[in-house]
């Protein structure tokens, strides 16, 4: 079992709904949980990041993280084509006496005009 | 928000030589650096982790003598590869901060 998983995709949405990321996690000692967006040849760049049970919003971006479940989720309401990108789920916990961040694999989203 | 810089932006050499990539933190001190590598279509894989004035602990399966890495001061992280091969070519990316990238160094070898 991989330590964080998230569907490959393509997820394909039209413009103007709404897209939903999933992403589970292994480990029940992860402290935070991120989310990026990755544009083909590019750098990850930060989207938001949660660490308590329970949604935050940003913008379009509502995250949603259940630490029962072991599940953190990634909302995007009024999607844009220029949201097509990789998203990469995150999960930071304490290994080694330090904490790292360990990725998901990343769902490709592709928001049709 | 934190700012990391990478050079170079991409390299291409042949096989046998060695690459020094330099991730720098722009607008704080960083104690601690990761660096991660992406190969096409997969995820980020963090490679080792760079301590300023010690060893950089490095992941399972990752070479310490291969892949070189020196945090000589507060703003700077440097990752050698030495011998490269074309196998190493990939996508080389340096953290100074969690959740806070740099741009990325694309690295082929010929």
């Known amino acids: 079992q ?7 995709g393509p997820l394909s949405v039209p ?11 292994s480990d029940r000692g992860s402290q935070s949980f991120f989310w990026y967006r990755q544009y083909s040849g590019k750098s990850p760049e930060l989207i938001m990041f949660i660490y308590s049970n329970g949604d935050k919003e940003d913008g379009r971006f509502t995250a949603q993280l ?19 990108a990789t998203y990469l789920c995150a999960v930071n916990r304490m290994m080694d006496s330090s904490y790292k961040l360990i990725f998901g694999s990343g769902t490709r989203l592709l928001v049709r005009p | ?21 330099e991730c720098r933190s722009l607008d704080f001190q960083a104690t601690t650096m990761f ?26 399966g990752v070479e310490k003598d291969k892949f070189l890495i020196n945090h000589a001061s507060l703003t700077l992280s440097t990752l050698t590869v030495t011998s490269a091969h074309p196998e190493d070519s990939s996508f080389y990316i340096c953290s100074a901060r969690i959740g806070h990238f740099g741009p990325g160094t694309r690295l082929t070898v010929l």
């Open chain 1, 2 to 8: 991989k330590e964080v998983e998230q569907n490959s």
């Open chain 1, 15 to 25: 413009e103007g709904a709404i897209a939903s990321l999933n992403c589970t996690y």
């Open chain 1, 66 to 84: 259940n630490k029962a479940s072991q599940y953190v989720s990634l909302l995007i309401r009024d999607s844009q084509p220029s949201d097509s």
């Open chain 2, 1 to 21: 928000g934190a700012v990391v810089s990478q050079h170079p932006s991409w390299v291409i050499c042949k096989s046998g030589t060695s690459v020094k990539i």
């Open chain 2, 35 to 60: 660096w991660y590598r992406q190969f096409p279509k997969q995820s980020l894989m963090l490679m080792a982790t760079s301590n300023e004035g010690s060893k950089a602990t490095y992941e399972q």
